[in-house]
Antibody
């Protein structure tokens, strides 16, 4: 059974940084592209970033480009998202999910980790 | 404002059929990109419900079905049940934005 467990969320001031982690189990992590999606009450679901299985290909939403960095450690079966220069509008629940090679859908998803950016 | 447009809410009595629309444009659904649907039960993470326009992952009941035509797609629940009360989101890829995009979500209420 696929398991994805996010961690690293918390409360941070504007301009601050956080690193989110997503621990994966139950599948061959190095063969699977992964993605981060965030959810806010006001803006619903928003794709944030994706990364290929080998980590070479990375993709970002315009809203986070230059501020967030996606990476992965295939030896540790862990996906990361480094959040820098955080803004209030980055406040959201951040989910990691598998991105199957055969399509443009996402799933399964982790349970999410909450990031709150506020002074 | 979401790139894909969904009605904010849809309701129906148990056993009824309800349909949720998802309207896009020529750079996403109209460009031939597949539409996927997610179900989000209260206080849980989204779950893949329909992929590739009309395919159900293992374990998803066959009362859920998807379709796509032109720049729009639809999710139909045939034989609505109380446990179907949830938020539903459509999702596709937008070539113009080079981004995966979601609808704003539709809340299904079982009367």
């Amino acid at each position: 059974e696929v398991q994805l467990l996010e961690s690293g969320g918390g409360f941070v001031q504007p301009g601050g940084s956080l690193r989110l982690s997503c621990a994966a189990a139950g599948f061959t992590f190095s063969s699977s592209a992964m993605t981060w999606v965030r959810q806010t009450p006001g803006r619903g679901l928003e794709w944030v970033s994706s990364i290929s299985g080998g980590g070479v290909g990375t993709y970002y939403a315009d809203s986070v480009k230059g501020r967030f960095t996606i990476s992965r450690d295939n030896s540790e079966n862990t996906l990361y998202l480094q959040l820098n220069s955080l803004r209030g509008e980055d406040t959201a629940v951040y989910y990691c999910a598998m991105w199957p090679a055969e399509g443009n859908w996402f799933g399964p998803w982790g349970q999410g980790t909450l990031v709150t950016v506020s002074s | 404002q979401s790139v894909l447009t969904q009605p904010p809410s849809v309701s129906g009595a148990p056993g009824q059929r309800v349909t949720i629309s998802c309207t896009g444009r020529s750079s996403n659904i109209g460009a031939g990109h597949d539409v996927n649907w997610y179900q989000q039960l209260p206080r849980t993470a989204p779950k893949l419900l329909i992929f590739g326009n009309n395919n159900r992952p293992s374990g998803v009941p066959d009362r859920f079905s998807g379709s796509k035509s032109g720049t729009s797609a639809s999710l139909t629940i045939t034989g609505l049940q109380a446990e179907d009360e949830a938020d539903y989101y459509c999702q596709s890829y937008d070539s113009g934005l080079s981004a995966w995009v979601f609808g704003g979500g539709s809340k299904v209420t079982v009367l």
